[in-house]
């Protein structure tokens, strides 16, 4: 129930260059979670804390290096129009490039920043980035053997919230053989929630979810 929840609330627009802030306000949602006991108690706990909104924003920037001078500019502070934490997916990046070539513009924009890079540096790759400390990284999804090294999800502690951050494998059609590993993926990812929520009882999961519920999707 929290993520399905939370997750409608972290709307990702893949079209390049293009992102959308969100802002989770405690009154607004917990009216709508009225209907979702566990959510209630979720949303509760985020900002029974916060005197101010925390601004999560996720982002499929599609080669973070195209997109670093738009990053550079939406990443103004929350003020101004910007966010606390930003999610990336499809960063494009490796390890080593991110550290050379991003990592340090990230930090002088006023972000601490953990990312998760393919080793060949495919369409992969994810990264937190947030103006508070980062903390108990972990890169990958449990009990999934990430033979492939796609790179698909990375979590952390900020604020004593635990962010997640996925990208998941694009299906194709459900005849295709990447769908099978879609579905493993899924299962292997689901797992992991259910393992994470119980010992992060505030855990806000975004991405890129590579999921159309209906035919206009």
Known sequence: ??????????????????????????AALLTHAAAFDDSA???QSIDSTRTTPLHIATWNVNSITKRL????????HPTDGGADIIILQET????????????DSVRKAG?????????????????????????????GVSGLLDNRNEARY??????????????????????????????????AFTRHVSIVQPQHPSYIV??????????TD
């Open 1 to 26: 129930m929290q993520w399905d929840l939370v997750r409608s609330y972290l709307i990702n627009y893949k079209t390049p260059g293009y992102a959308v802030q969100v802002q989770i306000d405690s």
């Open 41 to 43: 108690a979720l949303l």
């Open 69 to 76: 001078p738009m990053l550079r500019i939406w990443s103004r």
């Open 92 to 103: 494009s990046c490796n390890d080593e490039r991110f550290n050379k070539k991003i990592a």
């Open 111 to 139: 972000y601490h920043v953990e990312h998760y890079g393919a080793k060949g540096g495919n369409g992969n790759g994810v990264a937190i980035l947030s103006r508070f400390p980062i903390s108990n990284v972990v890169r």
């Open 154 to 187: 990375i979590d952390a502690t900020i604020q004593n919230i635990r962010i997640g951050c996925v990208y998941a494998p694009y299906g194709t059609t459900v005849e295709h053989a990447n769908f099978e590993r879609k579905r493993q993926f899924y299962e």
């Open 206 to 215: 975004g991405g890129d979810f590579n999921i159309a519920p209906d035919v």
